[in-house]
């Protein structure tokens, strides 16, 4: 299984997420926030839209400005950690293919941006990471459930909390 910038995310987030999402368990398409996330997704960036796909890795908006940029939109920085390891990781990706990137996350309900840099010692984290993920999705069940303030919002948390 190839891993995906969103199983990165999950895996910083929670690895029950990331367990559940890795056998096909798709997200909650009525949940109120994954709604306002693809409505802000779409409106984002229409004019300089150019999603590039990596296999299964799907960046949301890639632009040249001198060098190239990768654009991770969020709808929120309440997850803003998770959100950077997902977006090194895409720039992790693009480094190993050869590519030099600089990359953004944008949070255009909040009108910021934040500038993102893959640095070595991220290269290491993502490694173990990576690793995990493999250890996580491997797993014959789901990790135990930990109550975290986000849960309550969480797509899946009918998994965890019924």
């Not at 959100?83 to 992790?92: D, E, F, G, H, S």
Request: hydrophobic residues 35%.
């Amino acid at each position: 299984m190839r891993i995906t910038g969103v199983m990165v995310q999950y895996y910083f987030t929670c690895k029950r997420e990331l367990w559940f999402f890795s056998r096909g368990l798709n997200f909650d398409f009525e949940n109120e926030d994954m709604l306002i996330g693809r409505l802000i997704h779409g409106e984002s960036y229409e004019r300089d839209w150019k999603e590039v796909f990596l296999g299964d890795v799907k960046l949301d908006v890639v632009k040249r400005q001198g060098k190239l940029v990768v654009i991770e939109v969020k709808k929120s920085s309440k997850l803003e950690g998770p959100a950077k390891w997902q977006l090194k990781y895409y720039l992790y990706l693009l480094r190993n293919a050869g590519v030099e990137a600089k990359g953004i996350i944008s949070y255009p309900r909040e009108g910021r941006r934040e500038r993102i840099a893959l640095t070595e010692e991220d290269v290491e984290t993502l490694e173990k990471a990576l690793k995990g993920i493999e250890r996580v999705i491997s797993l014959e069940s789901p990790p135990l459930a930990k109550k975290k303030p986000y849960c309550r919002r969480c797509a899946y948390r009918d998994f965890c909390w019924v």
